[in-house]
């Protein structure tokens, strides 16, 4: 049995992303964007009701500013208790993204896990794969700073703001830079 495009994604395997099975779930997520974007403060709270359901997990005391984009939302996105996303974050997880409980993510943080076919001809049609985002708990990602694809960030960990982070960034380490490179070990 062939796997469909869905499943080699998840897999972690190069798919494509131009399939109408996935451009679904991309229209589910604006739709669920869009409610939690356009919608008052007073009637949004914390989350839009339609962009929680939307994730694979998420505690009840996240707070996600508007806006906020995602690209699927369905089971990728995992947020732990009190992580806190400022205005104009971005995730586009086409693989997972787990952000553990306490950490914040300054304005303009965008998270890509898509690394799209090196080759011209393959990029053209829709290939790419997609590396999973782990950032642990109590981390704090200053604004604007850009995470890629297959980055693991530690527990404690600090990234500068307007950091590009290529690799996996220590538990209690502080980077900055494009790309980012440590500066020092965080105080406890």
Same mark, same amino acid.
């Given at each position: ?16 992303? +131009? &399939?109408?099975? +996935? ?21 949004? !709270?914390?989350?839009?009701?339609? #962009?929680? &359901? #939307? ?10 500013? $508007? ?24 995730? #586009? ?6 952000? @553990? $409980?306490?950490?914040? +993510? @300054?304005?303009? &943080? ?5 690394? *799209? *076919?090196?080759? $011209?001809?393959?990029? !053209?049609?829709? #290939? ?13 990602? !200053? ?5 890629? @694809? =297959?980055?693991?960030?530690?527990? =404690?960990?600090?990234? @500068? ?11 209690? $380490?502080?980077?900055? =830079? ?11």
């Amino acid at each position: 049995m062939t796997a469909s495009e869905r499943d080699k994604m998840a897999a972690g395997e190069w798919y494509s992303c +131009l &399939v109408d099975e +996935l451009e679904a779930l991309r229209m589910t997520a604006r739709v669920a964007v869009h409610q939690h974007n356009t919608m008052a403060p007073i009637e949004r !709270g914390n989350m839009a009701s339609a #962009l929680r &359901v #939307l994730f694979g997990a998420v505690a009840d005391d996240v707070f996600i500013e $508007a806006p906020f984009h995602c690209s699927y939302g369905s089971i990728n996105i995992h947020l732990g208790a009190r992580v806190y996303l400022n205005a104009s974050c971005t995730i #586009l997880d086409s693989g997972r993204v787990a952000i @553990g $409980a306490g950490t914040m +993510l @300054g304005p303009n &943080v965008q998270i890509y896990c898509a690394e *799209h *076919h090196r080759d $011209a001809v393959l990029r !053209g049609q829709g #290939l790419e794969v997609a590396k999973p985002v782990t950032i642990g708990a109590d981390v704090w990602i !200053g604004g604007g700073a850009i995470i890629l @694809g =297959g980055v693991t960030i530690g527990d =404690g960990a600090i990234v @500068g703001a307007g950091s590009v982070v290529t690799k996996d960034v220590a538990a209690g $380490a502080v980077v900055a =830079g494009n790309p980012a490179r440590p500066l020092r070990r965080a105080s406890t």
